[in-house]
């Protein structure tokens, strides 16, 4: 490392001063050496002069002696100065791809952070066909009308690509007791949004093992919805999680959530609210200012009581509750606010989002209070890990029907075939991707990590349906039952790059919730109760990068 300018200048003087001193006794010595003594026949004039020049040298060779004591003393200065500066300068690192800087004391750092997945798919269904006997249809089992059941995307699922998620933010830590996130994203389902407020928090940590959180983020609510998208082994979560998540948790959900967690446990309960509005570029609507925001709670109590060297099992059961649906509507010509106007709804896509149609729809269920309860279970031994989780949603109705309740679960297998054990996360109490190994160079024999898993995954939106050919009545709702078998290989080229391939089977069974000749022939355009599901296989490849 160069030197400071300052700091040159003062070595060189102290040098100098140096020579200057080591050659002032020398001309001393040289001049008594030279001179004659008064015997020698010198007057006394010469005498004295000589005297005076001689005491002249030795003060001059005292200053120059206390001049090198300043210069050595400024020297040292300066020295202790660079010293400090790099000690107290804050360090860089790119500790896994990830930017960071970090104070010199550890209480501030800021960490860049970036995701792109990058989506293709193939649904392989059976081709449309006439849209009176191509009976294929989805939209909202109640509340269905002409603008909100979709005819044609059901008969012919969009192939294609998309960027399911394109994240770029940075998170870090300030005064050694503050968390801090801000994460935007571009990603979207069917096409991509026009960009939104992902992750925006602060968490204190001052009180460990409890940590507060506030702003937005998904609260805890399970394995699958805590397993980081980053590292988790099939394109999307399970179909059941999904739908319990999104009642009062998931992503962009505005809350305040109290947690903790230790080597073996993890307990975590939040009040959530609103999501974050989005404008979706496919559907252009936007996310409309409610007349009262959802005021939810979630809880979650999981960890590993059982484990050894290099096994372990998890246990957990998390729920949410809906305290106060949104008001969509506002008052009445009366001032009493609507039956309709606070509702809840369940929906979601087969376990693909190249597509984003919602082929398992409630529709909007006017709802007093909502809630889902839900248990987890997973064994890990080596490089093996079967992971099952199960959701059930229940709705108490405001309109005087019977209320409803809906079931979901999925059970799946990792096999990591390249022997890297899969990563418990203490934080989360759920599992991350594997480390690599080797990864993957060609030039080097590197081949990265190989894992292969197979899911299988049933959610059954149907409550009382009825029997076919009869319409849809009273305190039926025929949301639909999807059942998918998900077969996936991921290969980790290293820490920070994947690609996924995965192969869906994906059934649906559902009866049209049309409830008259109507509402059959207007805006569903089939037969009472009639069969609107379909079976077919979804190909995909995910190529992801993250940082």
């Known amino acids: 490392m160069t030197a400071?300018?300052?700091?040159?200048?003062?070595?060189?003087?102290?040098?100098?001063?140096?020579?200057?001193?080591?050659?002032?006794?020398?001309?001393?010595?040289?001049?008594?050496?030279?001179?004659?003594?008064?015997?020698?026949?010198?007057?006394?004039?010469?005498?004295?002069?000589?005297?005076a020049r001689l005491d002249?040298?030795?003060?001059?060779?005292?200053?120059?002696?206390?001049?090198?004591?300043?210069?050595?003393?400024?020297?040292?200065?300066?020295t202790q100065a660079v010293r400090d500066e790099v000690h107290n300068a804050p360090t860089v690192s790119v500790a896994g791809g990830r930017p960071t800087i970090t104070s010199a004391d550890g209480k501030f750092s800021v960490s860049l952070r970036g995701v792109i997945q990058f989506d293709a798919a193939a649904y392989d269904q059976a081709s449309p066909g006439p849209i009176t006997t191509d009976l294929r249809r989805s939209g909202g089992a109640l509340g269905a009308s002409a603008s909100n059941v979709d005819l044609t995307h059901a008969r012919e699922l969009k192939n294609g690509d998309l960027f399911r998620r394109a994240r770029i933010g940075i998170d870090g830590t300030a005064f050694g007791d503050w968390d801090?996130?801000?994460?935007?994203?571009?990603?979207?389902?069917?096409?991509?949004?026009?960009?939104?407020?992902?992750?925006?928090?602060?968490?204190?940590?001052?009180?460990?093992?409890?940590?507060?959180?506030?702003?937005?983020?998904?609260?805890?609510?399970?394995?699958?919805?805590?397993?980081?998208?980053?590292?988790?082994?099939?394109?999307?979560?399970?179909?059941?999680?999904?739908?319990?998540?999104n009642l009062a948790g998931g992503d962009t959900r505005t809350g305040a959530q109290l947690f903790g967690y230790g080597d073996h446990?993890?307990?975590?309960?939040?009040?959530?609210?609103?999501?974050?509005?989005?404008?979706?570029?496919?559907?252009?609507?936007?996310?409309?200012q409610t007349y009262g925001d959802q005021l939810g709670l979630t809880g979650r109590l999981a960890g590993t009581p059982f484990y050894g060297q290099d096994w372990l099992i998890h246990l957990g059961g998390n729920g949410s509750y809906v305290v106060r649906p949104a008001n969509t509507t506002g008052p009445s010509t009366t001032g009493a606010t609507l039956v309709t106007g606070q509702t809840v709804s369940f929906s979601d896509t087969p376990e693909i989002r190249?597509?984003?149609?919602r082929l398992i729809n409630t529709g909007n269920i006017p709802a007093r209070h909502a809630s889902t309860l839900g248990a987890e279970f997973a064994a890990q031994r080596k490089n093996l890990l079967l992971q099952a989780e199960y959701q059930r949603l229940g709705v108490e109705r405001s309109d005087g029907f019977a209320n409803p309740h809906f079931d979901g679960f999925h059970v799946q297998g990792i096999w990591n075939i390249t022997g890297e054990t899969r990563r418990y996360n203490i934080q989360t109490a759920a599992f991350d991707a594997p480390p690599v190994a080797?990864?993957?160079?060609?030039?080097?024999?590197?081949?990265?990590?190989?894992?292969?898993?197979?899911?299988?995954?049933?959610?059954?939106?149907?409550?009382?349906?009825?029997?076919?050919?009869?319409f849809q009545t009273g305190s039926s709702i025929r949301g639909g039952e999807e059942k998918n078998i998900t077969a996936g290989v991921n290969w980790y080229w290293n820490s920070l790059a994947r690609v996924m391939f995965d192969f869906q089977n994906v059934r649906i069974e559902r009866l049209s919730p049309a409830t008259s000749s109507t509402?059959?022939?207007?805006?569903?355009?089939?037969?009472?109760?009639?069969?609107i599901g379909q079976t077919f296989n979804v190909w995909s490849v995910r190529t992801q990068f993250a940082f």
């Not at 002249?56 to 020297?75: F, G």
């Not at 190989?450 to 995954?457: N, P």
């Not at 509402?519 to 069969?531: H, K, L, N, R």
Request: hydrophobic residues 40%.
């Open 4 to 51: 400071p300018a300052p700091f040159r200048r003062t070595i060189r003087a102290a040098a100098f001063a140096g020579l200057l001193c080591s050659a002032a006794p020398a001309a001393l010595a040289q001049a008594m050496a030279t001179a004659p003594t008064v015997g020698s026949g010198i007057s006394q004039e010469q005498a004295l002069a000589l005297t």
């Open 56 to 78: 002249a040298l030795e003060r001059q060779n005292a200053e120059l002696a206390a001049q090198i004591q300043d210069l050595k003393a400024q020297a040292s200065a300066q």
């Open 180 to 245: 801090y996130r801000i994460l935007l994203d571009f990603g979207g389902s069917g096409v991509e949004n026009t960009g939104q407020l992902y992750e925006g928090w602060l968490q204190y940590n001052g009180l460990k093992p409890v940590r507060i959180r506030v702003g937005a983020f998904s609260p805890s609510l399970g394995m699958d919805d805590q397993g980081s998208t980053n590292g988790m082994p099939f394109l999307e979560r399970s179909t059941a999680t999904d739908l319990a998540r």
């Open 265 to 288: 446990w993890l307990a975590a309960g939040a009040v959530t609210g609103r999501i974050v509005g989005v404008l979706n570029t496919g559907t252009a609507t936007p996310v409309l």
């Open 354 to 357: 190249v597509d984003g149609t």
């Open 438 to 470: 080797r990864p993957f160079n060609w030039g080097h024999g590197g081949w990265g990590a190989w894992e292969a898993g197979l899911r299988y995954s049933d959610s059954d939106l149907n409550f009382d349906p009825g029997s076919p050919g009869t």
């Open 519 to 531: 509402a059959a022939s207007t805006i569903w355009f089939t037969p009472p109760g009639a069969q």
